[in-house]
């Protein structure tokens, strides 16, 4: 129902979701995708509880309001209500809040009540929130109905008598609440001849429509296919500034693990650099062989003891522990919000901590005041002599006992995966030659090898993983085997095959790049080119970068254009949209988005402050440009 969807946009960011998981009346998942009004018939009930409680909250607001003020200037509940509405603007919102509720629980009212009188009023009122809520197609189509719906009487007299008398729905059943519209009754059929296996139907691309009426045109198939047909390259996007997610990050980690020996022993390192993010997450408070009930009990049973196990090994004399930032105009700001969302907690020494640990890690605000937690708690420690411990606090660097970290703050990384190659590369110069990064993404190891080739006679290891997939990997023997140039375009090769903030090519995976890579030598000194700060894209670059992406399509293809190939492969007609590749500008877009994660994040983690191609701010947050020309442009 299209309602449900103005109300989940509504109610966006308000903590709904949340309300509605504390009081137990939907699980999280269940909460967020009412919120989507993806269910139809399971929306009614979380919907009239929050009218409900929303009135009760103004009543009891209301009666407080009659206990403090005079009789005389006592004021009805509606002049009170229109009061408050002006001067405050969170009463304001939840009334409106609470408006949309009643005006959804009418709608449904008359649909099932077969009041059409209440149906076309309704109707009415929705118009508005539609247009405000920019759902355009249902504001100018429902402003048509309801108009229809109003001459009816003047234009079929015998059809309005029919929808008065409660025609316009189908009675289910004969219970007196139970009609259902014809477009639900329908839906409710389609399933069910589906499931029976006796309705198949088969969409016609638009793009293949397009193609067929430009041949039946003698229009110019050759420019045609410059062109993406939608406002988003399907190849690389799920919609418009929606970037296809990563899938197979991890798939880069067996490729480089094949190039260096698996160790017969543990590594000794000098310096241990720790994920601190990733250390939370894998030290659940229910995995303790200790009571933990608080975050004060957490910290000093369980995560303060793992850092000081690490300080009391023999050969290691400093410990660094880096921390998460977190920013609203984060590039990462999508693929966070797919990781979901829990309920918003306040972290303090007697907070109780939650049952479920997972889902209170996927919070913003929960991460910030549990790591500023943490890292305060670690300033507490009892560090053994002759040895460092180092952590991170928002573009602060702590230091017990005090030395000198001017070199790595203030910093600006972002991401963990930079800043502890930062301090890797600040241990390098202090004179550590055996360091070990204790991470779990795929970015960290690749900014290990492509680090290693800049930090010589340093033995840097990588523990990487956990559980029985934990292992320990070499980039400084990677390295060495591949080669400085293509240790450094590693960066490039990991950035625009796909991670966190570049789309995921359709069909693509990292082995399927980086056997592509290997086989053709002369792109070593392009990609390690395109892992420095670029201003720009050069067209020599695009020439070569061009080429190897027909050659992720096609292995066989002799052709050096992307729009050439895209002409070729689509005639084979045994290729989807997504399985071509894209248009040399939405190439150029996603070239530009990788060579700003490689070149400009990655690629300058040696340097503390960071000195943007192809972003454009929507909604408070970058998101990407997917292409430069649009079909029809």
């Not at 967020?32 to 103004?58: C, D, F, M, N």
């Not at 105009?329 to 309920?343: E, F, H, N, V, Y």
């Not at 980039?475 to 095959?497: D, K, M, N, Q, Y």
């Not at 399509?553 to 071509?580: D, M, W």
């Amino acid at each position: 129902m299209a309602l449900l969807k103005v109300i989940g946009d509504f109610l966006e960011g308000s903590g709904w979701t949340s309300v509605m998981t504390s009081a137990c009346v939907k699980t999280e998942g269940r909460a967020e995708s009412l919120q989507k009004g993806s269910q139809t018939s399971r929306s009614q009930w979380p919907h009239q509880v929050t009218a409900a409680a929303l009135y009760i909250l103004q009543r009891k607001a209301y009666d407080d309001y009659r206990r403090t003020c005079g009789t005389e200037n006592l004021q009805s509940f509606d002049l009170w209500g229109q009061k408050m509405v002006s001067e405050c603007p969170q009463f304001c919102y939840w009334n409106k809040v609470l408006q949309l509720e009643c005006l959804l629980l009418a709608f449904i009212r008359s649909q099932q009540e077969a009041n059409y009188t209440l149906y076309v009023q309704t109707l009415t009122s929705i118009i508005p929130w539609m247009f405000a809520m920019d759902h355009y197609h249902f504001a100018r189509w429902l402003t048509v109905h309801v108009t229809d719906l109003q001459e009816l009487p003047n234009d079929s007299v015998d059809i309005h008598r029919a929808f008065v008398n409660g025609n316009f729905v189908t009675q289910k059943s004969s219970h007196k609440f139970s009609a259902l519209a014809h477009d639900q009754i329908h839906e409710q059929q389609s399933v069910r001849s589906k499931n029976w296996g006796t309705r198949s139907q088969k969409t016609v691309m638009i793009f293949q429509e397009n193609t067929w009426k430009a041949r039946a045109r003698d229009g110019d198939l050759d420019a045609f296919f410059e062109h993406e047909c939608y406002g988003w390259p399907p190849e690389l996007a799920e919609g418009i500034h929606t970037m296809r997610p990563p899938t197979s990050k991890a798939d880069l980690v067996p490729c480089l693990k094949a190039l260096a020996p698996r160790p017969h022993d543990t590594p000794k390192a000098v310096d241990c650099i720790l994920d601190g993010a990733a250390l939370v997450h894998q030290l659940e408070p229910k995995k303790c062989n200790r009571a933990i009930r608080t975050y004060g009990d957490y910290a000093q049973k369980q995560f303060l003891p793992y850092i000081a196990r690490k300080l009391n090994e023999e050969t290691v004399m400093r410990v660094d522990v880096v921390w998460d930032t977190y920013r609203t105009d984060s590039l990462k700001g999508g693929a966070r919000l797919d990781r979901g969302t829990g309920i918003p907690l306040h972290v303090t020494e007697q907070t109780s901590v939650p049952q479920n640990w997972s889902s209170f890690l996927r919070v913003v605000s929960n991460k910030k005041t549990l790591f500023s937690f943490l890292a305060a708690a670690l300033q507490t420690m009892v560090v053994p002599e002759w040895k460092t411990l180092l952590t991170t606090y928002e573009e602060e660097v702590k230091s017990k006992p005090s030395s000198d970290v001017s070199q790595i703050q203030p910093c600006t990384h972002e991401e963990p995966d930079s800043r502890m190659v930062l301090h890797a590369w600040h241990a390098y110069q202090q004179g550590y030659r055996s360091i070990i990064i204790h991470a779990t993404d795929t970015d960290v190891v690749a900014l290990a090898i492509a680090m290693a080739s800049k930090m010589g006679g340093c033995a840097m290891w990588s523990a990487f993983g956990h559980g029985k997939n934990f292992r320990y990997i070499a980039p400084h023997t990677i390295s060495t085997h591949i080669g400085p140039e293509r240790s450094w375009g590693l960066l490039f090769l990991h950035a625009v095959s796909e991670c966190d903030t570049v789309s995921a090519i359709s069909g693509i995976g990292k082995k399927t790049v980086w056997d592509i890579w290997n086989s053709m030598p002369n792109l070593g000194k392009v990609f390690s080119h395109l892992s420095h700060a670029l201003a720009e894209v050069t067209n020599d670059d695009m020439d070569n970068i061009e080429r190897f992406f027909v050659v992720l399509y096609s292995r066989t293809s002799s052709l050096k254009k992307v729009n050439e190939a895209r002409k070729q492969l689509f005639a084979q007609g045994n290729r989807q949209l997504e399985n071509i590749p894209l248009t040399k500008e939405a190439l150029r877009q996603h070239v530009k988005r990788a060579v700003f994660q490689a070149g400009h994040i990655l690629g300058q983690s040696q340097i503390a402050i960071q000195s943007c191609l192809c972003l454009q701010i929507g909604d408070g947050r970058k998101m990407p440009m997917m292409s430069g020309i649009l079909f029809g442009q």
